[in-house]
């Protein structure tokens, strides 16, 4: 079983900025893929943002491009979302996500291990 905790959300005004930490204790993300997603309130969860295996970083929405970058940290069980410039439609629950797969992938249904979630509100 791999537990994933998320931390790092807030509130935040347009234009700020929030890193968001995915954290697996006991367990090296550095093997597998990581995606983050989120959720908006009476929305589905979407796929944001993943980086797989090898660093590489799969873009899920279109409007976080130039905005949202991921990144592993350090420790091999640490992944970070860094929001720049985030605007109010970004306001959502943020999940990390993963699995025993060395490939990204933006359907959540591939993720077979979740974090309770982060809370990120943009507003002024």
């Known amino acids: 079983q791999v537990q994933l905790v998320e931390s790092g959300g807030g509130l935040v005004q347009p234009g700020g900025s929030l890193r968001l930490s995915c954290v697996a204790p006991g367990f090296s993300l550095d093997y597998y893929a990581t995606g983050w997603f989120r959720q908006a309130p009476g929305k589905e969860r979407e796929g944001v943002l993943c980086?797989?295996?090898?660093?590489?970083?799969?873009y899920y929405a279109d409007s976080v491009k130039g905005r949202f970058t991921v990144s592993r940290g350090n420790a091999k069980n640490t992944v970070y979302l860094q929001m720049n410039s985030l605007k109010p439609e970004d306001t959502a629950v943020y999940y990390c996500?993963?699995?025993?797969?060395?490939?990204?992938?933006?359907?959540?249904?591939?993720?077979?291990?979740w974090g309770q979630g982060t809370q990120v509100t943009v507003s002024s």
């Open positions: 980086i797989d295996s090898s660093g590489g970083s799969t």
């Open positions: 996500a993963t699995d025993r797969r060395h490939y990204c992938s933006g359907q959540r249904e591939l993720y077979g291990y």
